[in-house]
């Protein structure tokens, strides 16, 4: 639940009071700063309005307002990428930007970040507000480039890392579409089956009073079931959709517990691991390259991960390193990282050239992440078989086993 909290600063050479809302005083704090020199931050009751508002939107951001258009967000970042190098203002940059995009979410998100930084607020601070929408990458990159004065830079690494992000995406998508092909169509054909011919030899079987096998009864079973209860079957889907989307917002524990079982699912959980990785060291390294604190920069480039479990195991790992352990120690205490990366962190250490040595990581990281999309339908291929040939089976047996039983039975008797 959001809080309300009243910053007493001191901004232009004029003290201020400025409301904002806020998940803790530590995070009201934080965008005081961006505001000007703190005095007091005190958290004071929320006025009705507000609350009416802060409603709205969460009503707007759950239903309506998803990310944004990654193609837009990209064009927009180079854009004002370019233009901060040409020495072009913030305020200017961002309103050419906003008027150039043609996403409706990026155009309201950077006409409200025009609107902050025209205001007296950090770039960073506004785009907080937004950042379910512009990602976590967005916000580490922006964060880097206002603490370094390289915004323009920053930018511009920002468009290129969000385009290979999406390109990736695209490679995965094309990887898993032909099995997710077969397997929707090897559903529809179960189901046709199911629902057209089981019928036909169940009143058979009925007629001739055979004992059926296994298979034949756990087809009519399920036949059974998708007359007469598949609404139901459709509200446990549902029920369950809900509950779990509902827990992962609501119960940090089951998510925690989630994203560390999902990281050892077959693939997928390799795929996960081999892009927030890649991308972490990326971010990592470009952080330390331009001189924040280890701390830092690791629990800046940490933020760009979505998963909870490796965030903790990295937010042990930066606590570690504040308490005077070397990175690749700390790293190691995580058990998240293979031998060979963090003999190649110690290298970096014991060489100077840490950024250097995190950067190569990435590449790393990068070229694992292609091979295997890359190699994605061949290395899924028998597990695909495998269930194919089990449902062929399943049908074959159940359909067939109580006709053999039936043949073998008449010719008995006419012998």
Request: proline share 3%; hydrophobic share 50%.
């Amino acid at each position: 639940m959001k809080k309300y909290f009243e910053a007493t600063l001191v901004a232009r050479g004029k003290k201020v009071v400025q409301n904002f809302t806020a998940n803790d005083r530590g995070h009201a704090m934080n965008m005081a700063q961006a505001a000007g020199m703190v005095v007091n931050v005190k958290e004071v009751p929320m006025p009705l309005n507000k609350q009416v508002e802060l409603l709205k939107d969460e009503i707007i951001l759950r239903f309506f307002n998803g990310p944004v258009k990654p193609q837009e967000w990209i064009v927009a970042m180079r854009q004002m990428g370019v233009m901060l190098a040409a020495g072009i203002s913030l305020s200017d940059a961002l309103a050419e930007s906003a008027n150039a995009t043609q996403d409706k979410r990026g155009k309201d998100i950077l006409l409200k970040a025009l609107e902050d930084v025209e205001a007296g607020f950090s770039l960073s601070s506004s785009l907080q507000k937004s950042a379910a929408q512009v990602g976590n990458i967005t916000m580490a990159l922006v964060t880097l480039g206002e603490k370094t004065g390289t915004l323009a830079e920053s930018m511009l690494k920002l468009a290129d890392m969000i385009e290979e992000l999406r390109d990736n995406q695209a490679k995965v998508k094309k990887a898993v579409r032909t099995p997710m092909i077969t397997l929707v169509a090897m559903a529809i054909a179960f189901v046709v089956l199911i629902m057209v011919v089981v019928p036909k030899f169940k009143s058979m079987f009925d007629r001739l009073k055979a004992d059926l096998p296994m298979p034949t009864k756990a087809l009519i079973a399920c036949e059974y079931f998708f007359t007469n209860y598949w609404m139901l079957g459709l509200a446990i889907i549902f029920g369950v959709s809900y509950s779990h989307r509902w827990a992962m917002e609501k119960r940090p524990t089951y998510r925690l517990n989630f994203d560390r079982q999902i990281m050892k699912v077959y693939l997928i959980g390799s795929l996960m691991t081999l892009g927030f990785f890649g991308r972490f060291m990326l971010i990592f390294s470009q952080l330390i390259k331009s001189g924040i604190p280890l701390t830092e920069a690791m629990g800046t480039a940490a933020g760009t991960i979505e998963n909870t479990f490796v965030k903790k195991k990295l937010a042990e790992a930066a606590h570690g390193i504040g308490q005077g352990k070397q990175l690749s120690a700390a790293l190691d205490e995580t058990e998240l990282f293979e031998p060979m990366v963090l003999q190649m962190i110690r290298s970096g250490e014991s060489s100077g050239e840490l950024d250097t040595m995190l950067g190569r990581i990435a590449d790393y990281y990068r070229m694992r992440f292609n091979n295997l999309v890359d190699n994605f339908s061949a290395l899924l291929e028998p597990i695909l078989l495998a269930f194919i040939g089990g449902l062929v089976l399943f049908i074959a047996l159940g359909i067939m086993l109580p006709m053999w039983d039936i043949s073998s039975a008449a010719m008995g008797r006419k012998k």
